[in-house]
Every structure is written in structure tokens, then in C-alpha cells.
């Protein structure tokens, strides 16, 4: 089944204590990204990637890192996580871009950081 | 960075009704998509249109790309309560999507 894997998918953290997302997809895809949804201001992206070890910032990309040694996967690395960071994150990817193709999202990611 | 508006932002409506949603930009997108979001799920795409006054109909769904292809609309005929969820557009760029703040529809049965 093709699809966009996610872990966690529900975490509480503490101010300062790195973390990693990750995410994973199974179907090939070149493209993927990373957004954050909060209320109010809708889903935005973090950071994505055109391919293997090619990434670029989106609209919020300050306190995220990501990587994509592997075109499979591409996690999302917060160093020092902060409240305001406190979000639902979701990956996605993509064949090849974004014009005409279809984007999987994964479920989601629910971080509190405390 | 490209802004998308989306309105109404909350709509309630009963069972059999029509509605229409719409989202607007002052800037020009290659494409533009809408999607369906359930709660603890993520966007599903519903469609994609890149040419300027394309109409797509998905079931009772419509959907049209404006002439200038900086806004577009969807329009459910007959509403459904499993139309109930968060619809939002997305502006597509060659590797950046900008998403409008979503619409969240009710259907009352």
C-alpha cells in the first residue's frame, strides 16, 4: 500500500530536548516536505526537498532541520525544542515536485513541547 | 511569501443544501488544489486545476480555476453530512504549496 509514515505520531516533550521526526515513504517519490498546522493559521511549510541531498527553507523554517541522505526518508530534526513549536506536523511527498502531481500527506504528528 | 484567503472560514448548513467556498490570491499559481481534511487525518487531495477557467466536477462537487488563475471556488451541490470536514486550497508552485486557511463545513442531518 503506498503511503507517507510518520513517528511519532503523538508526543510531549521538554524545552531544550532534541527530538526527530521522521517519515517515510514507500512509493519512489522525489519530492517531499514538511508543514505545521496551528489553529488560525492554517498548514505551512517547513522545509522540503527535490531530492537526495537537496533541501530548501519554506514560509517558517527557524528552529528545524531536516535531511535526506535516502529518498525514502526525510526526518524532521527540532534541536531545541521551544514552546511555540508546540504543532501538528505533517509530511508529504510527491513523484516529482508539485505541478500536476498528486501529494500524499502522512496522519500527522502531534508535538507538545512543555 | 504568496498569500491564499480562503472564506467562508466556518460554514454550517443543513442536510441537501448548496454551498460554495472560495479562495483568492493576488498572485498567480501554477496550479491550484483542494483538499479534505478529516480531524486527526492528513489532506487528502480532491483535485487539481492548472488551466485558467477550468471547471472539474467530482460527484456533486465542482470546482473551477478562475481566468487569471489567481482564485478558484468549490461548489457541493446537495450536501451531504459526510461532506462535513476542513477544505482547504493550496496554491502549487514548482516545489512550494501555500495553503489558504481552510474552510470547516458542518452538515446538519
Known amino acids: 500500500e503506498a503511503q507517507v509514515t510518520q513517528n511519532p505520531r503523538y508526543l510531549i516533550t521538554v524545552t531544550g530536548k532534541k527530538l526527530t521526526v521522521t517519515c517515510s515513504q514507500n512509493?519512489?517519490?522525489?519530492?517531499m516536505s514538511w508543514y505545521r498546522q496551528d489553529p488560525g493559521l492554517g498548514l505551512r511549510q517547513i522545509y522540503y526537498?527535490?531530492?537526495?541531498?537537496?533541501?530548501d527553507k519554506g514560509d517558517v523554517p527557524e528552529g528545524y532541520k531536516v535531511s535526506r541522505k535516502e529518498k525514502r526518508n526525510f526526518p524532521l530534526i527540532l534541536e531545541s525544542p521551544s514552546p511555540n513549536q508546540t504543532s501538528l506536523y505533517f509530511c508529504?511527498?510527491?513523484?516529482?515536485?508539485?505541478?500536476?502531481?498528486?501529494?500524499?500527506f502522512g496522519e500527522g504528528s502531534w508535538l507538545t513541547v512543555v | 511569501t504568496q498569500l491564499l484567503e480562503q472564506s467562508p472560514q466556518f460554514l454550517s448548513i443543513q442536510e441537501g443544501e448548496n454551498l460554495t467556498v472560495y479562495c483568492n490570491s493576488s498572485s498567480v499559481f501554477s496550479s491550484l488544489q483542494w483538499y479534505r481534511q478529516e480531524p486527526g487525518e492528513g489532506p487528502v487531495l480532491l483535485v487539481t486545476v492548472v488551466t485558467g477557467g477550468e471547471v472539474k466536477k467530482l460527484k456533486r462537487l465542482t470546482f473551477q480555476f478562475g481566468d487569471a488563475r489567481k482564485d478558484s471556488s468549490l461548489h457541493i451541490t446537495a450536501a451531504q453530512p459526510g461532506d462535513t470536514g476542513l477544505y482547504l486550497c493550496?496554491?502549487?508552485?514548482?516545489?512550494?504549496?501555500?495553503f489558504g486557511k481552510g474552510t470547516k463545513l458542518s452538515v446538519i442531518p
Open positions: 512509493m519512489n517519490h522525489e519530492y
Open positions: 526537498s527535490m531530492n537526495v541531498e537537496v533541501t
Open positions: 508529504a511527498s510527491s513523484p516529482d515536485g508539485l505541478s500536476g502531481n498528486t501529494i500524499y
Open positions: 493550496a496554491g502549487a508552485g514548482s516545489y512550494q504549496l501555500t
